[in-house]
Nanobody, 124 residues
Framework: QVQLVESGGGLVQAGGSLRLSCAAS?????????MAWFRQAPGKEREFVAA???????YHTDSVKGRFTISRDNAKNTLYLQMNNLKPEDTAVYYC?????????????????WGRGTEVTVSS
């Protein structure tokens, strides 16, 4: 099973930017996995943010379209999430998740591996 470690979170003012990274290692082939970002705000359920398949099909949830961009570097086994124009409602712990299939699903339970998360706090 692949191990995932997120980084890049922090405290930022509204309108600011952050870039999250997710480094993959261990079992599995990064380039053969659909990778996704989820987030979980305090007191709320984990929600889908964005995903990118093996064939580079990309999907972003409506609330982040035009502001967030998911990308991957298969040579570095790393997934990224560029977050621009951040809003207080983007405050959450962000998780990187992997799925051994070339399809995007919006439910966290359908992914095989996930990291411990990186915290993003957006102040108003």
């Amino acid at each position: 099973q692949v191990q995932l470690v997120e980084s890049g979170g922090g405290l930022v003012q509204a309108g600011g930017s952050l870039r999250l990274s997710c480094a993959a290692s261990g079992g599995g082939t990064f380039s053969s996995m659909t990778m996704a970002w989820f987030r979980q705000a305090p007191g709320k359920e984990r929600e889908f943010v964005a995903a990118k398949t093996i064939k580079d099909v990309t999907y972003h949830t409506d609330s982040v379209k035009g502001r967030f961009t998911i990308s991957r570097d298969n040579a570095k086994n790393t997934l990224y999430l560029q977050m621009n124009n951040l809003k207080p409602e983007d405050t959450a712990v962000y998780y990187c998740e992997a799925r051994d299939a070339d399809t995007i699903v919006l439910t966290s339970s359908e992914y095989n591996s996930w990291g411990r998360g990186t915290e993003v706090t957006v102040s108003s």
